[in-house]
């Protein structure tokens, strides 16, 4: 038999894990619209040298130094904001997550796929 994690949590609807997954993406929501992170993207831009007369902006990638259309860039936190899996964890997770531009940089698609796969070793 396969037992349950009780649902505590929104009026039954979340299990402690679904809480907090549901508190961190509210977070993470609200930190696209960051304005450090415009200001990394800002720094990292050019106006486009190409054919494609759509395209106005490349962003140089600070791993590989290549350059890339917006659509394949990210920005990434250098100090990865950790868990939220409990009260205890929020402090330091926010603070992490709305930090200044001296933690966060342009990465390619590619690049920050790489460093996600090193995180998790």
Not at 21 to 47: C, E, H, T
Not at 61 to 90: F, M, N, P, R, T
Not at 94 to 100: I, K, T
Request: glycine share 6%.
């Amino acid at each position: 038999m396969v037992s349950r994690v009780p649902k505590t949590r929104g009026g039954g609807r979340y299990t402690e894990a679904g809480y907090f997954s549901f508190i961190r993406s509210g977070l993470r929501q609200k930190s696209m619209k960051w304005p450090p992170k415009y200001d990394v993207l800002n720094a990292a831009k050019r106006p486009h040298k190409g054919t494609d007369k759509r395209r106005k902006f490349d962003y140089q990638c600070a791993s590989c130094k290549d350059w890339h259309k917006g659509k394949d860039v990210q920005v990434d936190h250098i100090v990865e904001c950790g868990s939220l899996k409990k009260y205890s964890d929020l402090p330091k997770f926010v603070e992490l997550m709305f930090c200044e531009a001296d933690n966060l940089q342009v990465l390619c698609t590619k690049c920050h796929d790489r460093k996600t796969q090193e995180r998790k070793k």
